[in-house]
């Protein structure tokens, strides 16, 4: 028997109301965008209850709704300009992808009837412009199916694994008339398997020494303190997996063992003292550079617990169980039986180093975490110096902590833009380097506009550290493009309206910070540092 679709309702509305009604349903409160010709039908007439956050440049626009959206916890919805805005905005939608962000991008397409003719900023084959890097991806074929599409794309994009989601929407289809469209409830956690889990339960019961490795997805579920629990009760060792984008365990737990590195031989050389390893909430494991992986030889027992059965499908070593985050750990936290294993003591802190001219990092590192609020949430996009940044500024755990998970620069700046758009009641911190902040800077023209409670430390040693680091370990030498002279980053802030200030001496450090992270709005303190980075990988691997 052929399935009967569901009744008319009778009523009809505009594609536009229509959708504004399901954004209200699904409790969107803001849209961001870059508006052009093919939006305005959608745009004209706002309404009051609707927050457009407007970026200057489409790659700002994605990196705000990612940063709004793991704030609030809720689907960042995004207006984009046609095929050309939407290319703007690849960079960043390939790494709300990897940070598994919902979001809901929509993008305006020129008329249906002069498609044929190849228009001016139309797009050919619209819905494959994104992919892979979206879950979800359709132009509808009637604009009376748009609303349903947005609806679709929001319950794909909110379940786990999340990501975004993309429709394309021509220029005349919001003003056709179609039936309403009903918000639906759909669950989204998923329960284990209650036999593997026993199993497991039993493997780390049994573990002389188990190794825990926590990733970004307990920090997105909400879950630390239900990780903090199993860690307590397992007495285990607690690491961060590498590349970790959220910080899922607090970094002062007496527990804390310390972050894994992304080389196949440091990581293996880490966990080998261990006899069992369980792996939550990240793959298995992502690497940046090749070499020898022992860890996989099979000595050491490995268990992945992941909501992404295409992360569990690629583990090479050891059993996956998929499930999300809460009811996996709650099933594991009630299994486990009380252990006489003595307690891991985890990693001792580093004394605080020494000030210093040049400004040290170190000291700027630790210099910032003992200034900064207790509540804050720090952005970070600084990747040469995160190894200093997870020794000398560790972070307390819960929704504390957020950076990109894809290696894309570009994304920091206007993602602290949208955490402080989605948690107003507290400061955000976005911490820098020099290189990364130019890739996004128009996003401090938002943040200044909206008074956010923001400070933004940009930390200057006047090129990309990154590459400088990597050229040592891979022994070249007079690499080009690695050195940035001459960018005045008071002067770009103070000219979009913010707050700024340029700090040189490691005497003017604190006081400079103290005043940034206290200032009603948006500050800037652009830190001159040592230009010296560290080796981010040893020479051998």
């Known amino acids: 028997m052929p399935r009967k679709l569901p009744k008319s309702s009778g009523t009809s509305v505009s594609v536009k109301d229509a959708t504004l009604d399901l954004l209200r349903a699904f409790g969107i409160k803001k849209v961001f965008g870059n508006p052009g010709s093919t939006e305005l039908p959608f745009l004209s007439d706002w309404p009051g209850d609707i927050d457009y956050v407007l970026g200057l440049q489409e790659a700002s626009v994605i990196g705000m709704a990612d940063g709004y959206a ?57 819905s494959e412009f994104p992919r892979p890097y979206v879950k979800f991806s359709v132009e509808p074929a009637r604009a009376e199916d748009v609303p349903a599409a947005i609806a679709r794309a929001y319950y794909v994009a909110m379940q786990p694994p999340c990501g975004p989601a993309f429709v394309s929407v021509p220029i005349d289809d919001w003003t056709h008339q179609t039936q309403p469209v009903q918000a639906r409830s759909v669950s989204r956690e998923l329960g284990p398997d209650p036999d593997v889990m026993r199993v497991l339960a039993a493997a780390v019961a ?38 970790s984008s959220r910080c899922s365990f607090p970094e002062r737990h007496p527990q804390f063992a310390g972050f894994l590195h992304a080389s196949p031989a440091q990581l293996s050389d880490a966990l080998r003292e261990y006899d069992l390893v ?24 490995i268990f992945q617990i992941t909501d992404d059965p295409a992360a569990a499908a690629v583990t090479p070593s050891g059993a996956s169980i998929i499930a999300t985050m809460t ?52 952005v970070e996009e600084a990747p040469s110096h995160r190894p200093l940044m997870n020794r000398f500024l560790p972070m307390r755990g819960q929704d504390s902590f957020i950076t990109m998970a894809s290696g894309g620069l570009g994304y920091g700046l206007p993602a602290s833009v949208g955490v402080a758009l989605g948690r107003p009641e ?26 956010l409670p923001l400070t933004v430390v940009v930390i200057n040693n006047a090129g990309y550290g990154a590459m400088r680091s990597f050229s040592q370990v891979m ?13 005045d980053f008071v002067r770009i802030a103070q000219g979009m309206g913010c707050d700024a200030v340029r700090v040189s001496k490691a005497s003017e450090l604190a006081p400079a910070l103290a ?20 080796l981010l990988y040893g020479r051998k691997d």
């Open 475 to 487: 022994q070249v030498r007079n690499v080009p493009g690695l050195d940035l002279p001459g960018i």
């Open 327 to 378: 009811p996996a750990l709650t099933m594991l936290c009630a299994l486990l039986p009380e252990t006489k294993r003595d307690v891991f003591k985890g990693r001792t802190l580093p004394p605080p180093p020494k000030a210093a001219d040049p400004i040290p990092v170190d000291f700027l590192m630790h210099t910032l975490s003992t200034l900064m609020p207790d509540d804050a949430a720090l």
């Open 515 to 534: 005043r940034g992270l206290a200032h009603d709005g948006v500050s800037l303190i652009e830190v001159m540092v040592e230009s010296a980075v560290p």
């Open 206 to 243: 049994k573990s002389r020494r188990p190794a825990l490795v926590v990733g970004p997805g307990v920090d997105r579920a909400q879950a630390v303190d239900l990780m903090v629990r199993v860690a307590e009760k397992a007495k285990a060792a607690v690491w961060v997996s590498p590349f």
């Open 278 to 301: 369980v792996v939550i909430g990240a793959p298995v494991f992502t690497f940046h550079v090749e070499g020898h992986a022992p860890i996989f030889e099979g000595a050491i027992p």
């Open 70 to 126: 793991q704030a609030t916890r809720n689907a960042g919805f995004v207006n984009l300009h046609s095929a050309a805005g939407l290319g703007n905005a690849l960079g960043n939608i390939f790494t709300a992808h990897r940070n598994q962000t919902p979001l809901v991008i929509t993008a305006g397409q020129q008329a249906r009837s002069i498609l044929p003719l190849e228009p001016f900023l139309y797009a050919e084959r619209a």
């Open 426 to 451: 507290i400061r955000t911190a976005c911490l820098i380097g020099d290189g990364s902040a130019m890739y996004s800077i128009q996003a401090l023209w938002t943040a200044a506009q909206r008074k």
